[in-house]
């Protein structure tokens, strides 16, 4: 796997948000870990990242809408493209 820039997510990379900074509500995640993964389901023309993740809340939304909403709620988040790169063919 080797994480990618967002001008260059395509179609099933997958998404990763990291908490950076302890947010505004206690008992939210802890500051360093990894706590949300979803696939980027297209990137429209203008370069907006859609993705899906697991609730059904979370179908074709865009990555800034998310990631806005996640810092507001959670505090400063990290969000990491990655593309896995298969070995078997």
């Known amino acids: 796997m080797g ?5 260059q997510a395509r179609p099933d990379d997958l998404i990763f948000c990291e908490q950076v ?3 505004p509500y206690k008992g939210g995640e802890p500051q360093g870990e990894t706590y949300h993964a979803a ?12 993705l899906t993740g697991h609730t ?4 074709n ?6 990631a806005h909403i996640a810092t507001n709620n959670s505090g400063e ?3 990491r493209i990655v ?7």
């Open 39 to 50: 696939v980027v389901t297209s990137v429209t023309p203008d370069g907006d990242i859609k």
């Open 61 to 66: 939304v865009s990555l800034e809408a998310r």
């Open 21 to 23: 900074a302890e947010g």
């Open 56 to 59: 059904s809340s979370w179908q």
């Open 77 to 79: 988040q990290c969000i």
């Open 3 to 7: 994480e990618v820039p967002r001008s």
């Open 83 to 89: 593309r896995p790169q298969p070995n078997w063919y």
